[in-house]
């Protein structure tokens, strides 16, 4: 399904209505995006024709943030800056996203296979980086991924909860990413 612009202002306005709101009816869900229950219903038909809009948004938006990232080819470290950046742009994706989470969402299932681009890009990233020596090498490619989208993911929530000033995100998860917790004025 091709979405128009306002179709994509349409669907994170219900992708936070959603998490905020998870047993909202089709009409309570339409006022919290600021639409009528008539236009909801011609963009989706039914509450479960709308989680799978978004789900496949958000696959369509998981599969822009890695190919637009120059995740094989540039730095490492300024590809790393433009992939929390290019996360942090869909906020309310990866919200819906984290709320839609399931255990078997990255197993071997249909449903885990469908996820499976994602995590071969974000892991190939990482394995780059190590090779290139901007990345430590005592830590899987697999790990790195995992620990990315455990802090991507935890920082959109945190925000979305006012735990975590949007402003600063990127720059906390970039630093976080890179040197840890430790102060770097403490001496060692």
Not at 129 to 141: M, N, S, V
Not at 174 to 186: D, I, K, V, Y
Request: hydrophobic share 45%.
């Amino acid at each position: 399904m091709s979405l128009t612009p306002q179709d994509e202002r349409l669907i994170k306005a219900l992708a936070l209505a959603i998490v905020d709101r998870p047993r909202a009816t089709l009409k309570e869900l339409a006022e919290a995006a600021g639409v009528s229950k008539a236009t909801l219903h011609r963009f989706c038909g039914t509450r479960d024709n709308l989680v799978q809009i978004m789900e496949g948004h958000g696959e369509t938006v998981l599969n822009q943030i890695t190919t637009s990232t120059d995740l094989s080819q540039g730095d490492p470290v300024q590809a790393l800056r433009s992939l929390v950046n290019e996360h942090l742009a869909h906020r309310e994706m990866l919200v819906f996203l984290l709320f839609q989470y399931r255990p078997d969402t990255f197993t071997d299932t249909d449903e885990g296979k469908r996820w499976q681009f994602y995590l071969d890009a974000l892991d190939a990233f990482f394995l780059r980086g190590q090779q290139l020596g901007a990345f430590r090498i005592d830590i899987t490619a697999a790990v790195f991924t995992e620990l990315f989208l455990t802090m991507i993911f935890a920082m959109v929530d945190a925000e979305r909860r006012g735990r975590a000033a949007s402003a600063n995100s990127a720059n906390v998860v970039e630093q976080m990413f890179l040197h840890g917790a430790a102060n770097p004025a403490r001496p060692q």
